[in-house]
């Protein structure tokens, strides 16, 4: 088993920055995918970030340039710089872990994005 906790959520106003941690725990040495996505009120949950074990990153399109997806091993986290925050990146965001046989959740965090 995997355990995950986000931290790091809140109101923020247009332009700028938060950054998230999760904080993992458990069985970790299967995990070979870490990353975050997001959910808006009434829309599906998307991929925001992932960082592979070998270090391959993927950034959704809508936030390459502005969110930075970084791990640090040693404290088992995995942290998710965000800069340039838009009224559109108001969403919970939840940490995810994935190995070969099933993926792990957090309970996610909320970040609003508001003037």
Do not use: H
Request: proline share 3%.
């Amino acid at each position: 088993q995997v355990q995950l906790v986000e931290s790091g959520g809140g109101l923020v106003q247009p332009g700028g920055s938060l950054r998230l941690s999760c904080s993992a725990s458990g069985s970790l040495s299967s995990i070979n995918v870490m990353g975050w996505y997001r959910q808006a009120p009434g829309k599906q949950r998307e991929l925001v970030a992932q960082i592979t074990s070998p270090g391959r990153i993927n950034y959704a399109d809508s936030v390459k340039g502005r969110f930075t997806i970084s791990r640090d091993n040693a404290a088992n986290t995995v942290y998710l710089e965000m800069n340039s925050l838009k009224f559109e990146d108001t969403a919970v965001y939840y940490c995810n872990a994935m190995n070969a046989l099933r993926s792990y959740w957090g309970p996610g965090t909320q970040v609003t994005v508001s003037a």
